[in-house]
């Protein structure tokens, strides 16, 4: 699968909003938010994006389909820093049978820290690749 989503900048465009802060244990040695957090950022939004759908993930597996990452992309602008309030911006995006883009903006007071874009399949507890469920194209 190739990544066909370029993430706009502008925090309108994206249908789902959720606030987090970062920690201090996130942080490296300069301050920064160490790359390896925001893989857990984008799927804590992802999960809450479900939740607030009506679609808890939870439910989503007793269905008997799960959601496996098949490729992530994060660009980063500006570094996060320690006690900084990030708004994660998401939309679901570039819909197929079963495999679906999401595509995050990840701000600070309005200003662009990261742009981000994760490819997802639709798999049943085997591993195999199953239809999304229909109610997920139309969020």
Not at 31 to 40: D, E, F, K, N
Request: charged share 25%; with cysteine; net charge negative.
């Amino acid at each position: 699968m190739r990544i066909d989503v370029d993430p706009p900048l502008q925090p309108d465009w994206y249908a789902f909003r959720h606030p987090l802060r970062v920690r201090f244990s996130e942080t490296d040695a300069m301050g920064i938010v160490h790359h390896s957090r925001y893989l857990p950022y984008l799927e804590e939004a992802r999960v809450e994006y479900l939740r607030a759908a009506g679609h808890p993930y939870s439910a989503l597996r007793a269905e008997g389909t799960d959601i496996a990452v098949l490729e992530s992309w994060v660009q980063y602008r500006a570094p996060l820093r320690f006690d900084d309030e990030v708004t994660v911006h998401l939309r679901l995006a570039s819909l197929t049978r079963a495999t679906f883009q999401i595509a995050y903006l990840l701000t600070v007071a309005d200003e662009v820290r990261s742009t981000a874009v994760t490819v997802h399949g639709c798999v049943n507890a085997d591993g195999r690749a199953v239809r999304m469920p229909a109610w997920l194209a139309t969020l």
